[in-house]
């Protein structure tokens, strides 16, 4: 999978967020194994200790857990990768939803556009 990175965001947080889209969106699921440190930084073309940050992070988060001499796997607490979910999800639609109000978008019109977006998209 290739690794797209934006200059203008700190590339740790930009792995946090594909690591932390992957299990949102079950394509990691509860438990399953995450490759080494070392591999995922070469996959992804950074410097092993951004890769270890990155996991750290996402460990104090609680999506992802180390068992000591087994290597690192997402956590098996479904209700608190839902709970981040959802928390994600906000953080992502507060900016878009304040950008809409500025607009002078009602909540009706923000919906009948999302509605239009997603037929022609699909």
């Known amino acids: 999978m290739p ?9 740790y947080l930009q792995i ?7 299990i949102f969106s079950s ?14 930084a070469k996959e992804a073309n950074v410097n092993p200790n951004t ?6 992070e996402l460990e104090a988060l609680g999506l992802i857990q180390t068992e000591r001499t087994s290597g690192k796997f997402v956590t098996e607490e479904e209700a608190k990768i839902l ?7 906000e953080d992502k ?3 878009f939803l304040t950008e809409m ?11 009948d556009r999302i509605t239009r977006c997603k037929e022609e998209t699909t």
Request: glycine share 4%.
């Open 3 to 11: 690794w797209n990175f934006d200059n203008s965001i700190p590339i």
């Open 83 to 89: 709970q981040l979910k959802e928390s994600y999800i």
């Open 27 to 40: 394509e990691l699921h509860p438990g399953d194994k995450l490759p080494s440190i070392r591999d995922l």
């Open 51 to 56: 890769m270890q940050k990155a996991l750290q």
């Open 93 to 95: 639609l507060k900016p």
């Open 16 to 22: 946090m967020n594909e690591i932390q889209r992957k």
């Open 101 to 111: 109000k500025k607009l002078g978008l009602a909540k009706a019109d923000v919906i």
